[in-house]
């Protein structure tokens, strides 16, 4: 559990850079898979093994980081990785068995996905169970509903590179999987009162994911906070283009804000490695939890 | 033991194996800029209305239609279905039931591959080529590629190869579509 935290100028700019960085890195993500469908789909099944295996070998290469800032900035972009493959091998899936898109306009991708709730609910439970896991979201299930006989947390974290592609990896999945559910006719429905839920509990929960990134002034830390933070406000996106109050401008490939938000995402890299290079203390300690 | 450094080059080159030859062919049509693709199916499309060669008509959905559940064929044209019947219809739709193009006189097509081409998926499941009307291009950006089954129940208008098929149900092999008004009813359109 994080120490208590005090808000300074120094952690609002780094939450300001991470939310920056990992939200830019989402948008980027997006347009990459836009432009590719619009003007080479032939490649798409390539880009995800290549994106694959890349992803792979960049939390690979976290073993030989020393700092947890560093890790956590490459797990980031192979948790990216490897969620791009996944994505992408569901594509293929759909288009091997006809999925066909919604009457409401769901890619078959994401339709399959979906279905997934319960791949993703067996993850979920071991998760709450395994001691070294660090969510808060999870202390707070284990606390609450007094799920552990022991301590709420225990064991040294080393590998935060391998850790934070997994939480970027979970988090992506858990919103998709809410975003389906509510999109489905058949189940909720765009206009149904748990799509609206989803909307006003992501937007609540946003605001204090962001008080409570204010208070790291890490950018290992921060980076990992901001996944959660930014993913809580990209559910509200999702919804609002549902609704047709929002045109997203990676979707709908609208150069003039993708190129502000391309140079925060620049701009926003380049002050996290600048940070990264001069730090010199290690990794973080982390202390059981009792 | 080096070798394992030959590991990342070997994966990485992995991809390029995955090429089969149809995906070649096929990424030839994508050498030429999607604009320039564009507009060789919209003249394409356009060649193919000023002669007369176009399908126009409502989607209507195979299982009710051919179980005889549902008569789209005897209602109003461009009011095939009532709204309890829409939305059964639309989830049997999403859930890969066939589709068919329904003209005013009671024709009906088939959405077909093209001719010789023999493993295909379903017709439902793919992006065809979306032309806009002049009244959509001057509006907000709009889809410029649409499926079939946020479409049911609609009228649309396409071209491509038709074929004679079988016992009175025609086949065609959709190229381009038009239609009116938006590809997602009450949603934002996107320029993709």
Redesign the interface.
């Known amino acids: 559990m994080a120490a208590k935290k005090t808000i300074t100028i120094k952690s609002i700019f780094y939450t300001a850079v991470s939310f920056t960085w990992i939200f830019g890195l989402a948008a980027i993500a997006h347009i990459v898979m ?1 432009l590719i ?7 798409k ?3 995800a ?2 994106c694959a ?2 992803g792979f ?1 960049t939390i690979y290469m976290t073993r030989w980081c020393k700092r947890d800032g560093w890790q956590s900035f490459w797990g980031v972009l192979g948790g990216l990785g490897l969620w791009f493959a996944w994505e992408y091998s569901l594509m293929y899936g ?3 068995m ?8 769901s890619y ?1 991708e994401y339709r399959i996905m979906k279905w997934s709730f319960m791949a993703f609910l067996m993850v979920f439970t071991y998760l709450l169970y395994q001691e070294s896991a660090r969510c808060n979201f999870i202390y707070f299930l284990r606390r609450k509903l007094k799920l552990m006989r022991g301590v709420v947390a225990t064991g040294k974290i080393d590998n935060y590179g391998p850790r934070t592609a997994f939480e970027y990896i979970m988090i992506t999945w858990a919103g998709y999987v809410l975003l389906m559910i509510a999109y489905d ?2 189940i909720f429905g765009p206009e149904s009162w748990f799509c609206y839920a989803l909307f006003f509990v992501s937007f609540s929960v946003f605001f204090y994911l962001i008080y409570k990134l204010l208070g790291y002034d890490k950018f290992g830390a921060n980076l990992r906070y901001a996944i959660p933070t930014v993913t809580v406000l990209w559910n509200d996106v999702e919804i609002l ?7 997203e401008p990676w ?3 609208n150069w003039k804000i993708m190129s502000v938000i391309i140079a925060g995402f620049a701009i926003s890299t380049y002050l996290i490695i600048k940070d990264l290079r001069r730090k010199k203390e290690g990794m973080i300690e982390s202390k059981d939890i009792v | 033991m080096k070798l394992w450094k030959l590991l990342p080059v070997l994966l990485l080159s992995t991809p390029l194996a995955c090429l089969t030859q149809g995906e070649i062919e096929e990424a030839d049509v994508y050498k030429t800029p999607y604009a320039e693709r564009m507009k060789m199916a919209e003249d394409k499309f356009y060649a193919a209305q000023k002669e007369g060669k176009t399908v126009t008509g409502v989607i209507v959905e195979g299982n009710t239609l051919f179980n005889n559940t549902i008569e789209p064929q005897n209602k109003p044209y461009k009011q095939p279905y009532t709204q309890e019947e829409y939305d059964a219809v639309a989830i049997s739709a999403e859930r890969n039931s066939k589709l068919f193009i329904l003209t005013e006189d009671g024709t009906l097509y088939y959405p077909t591959p093209p001719q010789g081409q023999l493993v295909s998926e379903s017709e439902q499941a793919h992006r065809i080529d979306r032309v806009l009307t002049e009244e959509q291009k001057k509006g907000p950006k709009m889809f410029t590629w649409a499926t079939l089954v946020p479409l049911i129940g609609r009228e649309v208008e396409v071209s491509g190869e038709i074929f004679p098929g079988y016992s009175g149900v025609k086949g065609i092999n959709i190229e381009a579509i038009q239609f009116e008004g938006l590809y997602i009813v009450g949603q934002s359109e996107e320029s993709v």
């Open positions: 836009v469908e619009k003007h080479n789909p032939v490649i099944y390539d880009y093994w290549g295996i890349i070998l759909g288009h091997r006809g999925v066909t898109y919604t009457f409401n306009g078959p006719d058949q283009a549902k609704w047709g109050m929002l045109k979707v709908h490939i």
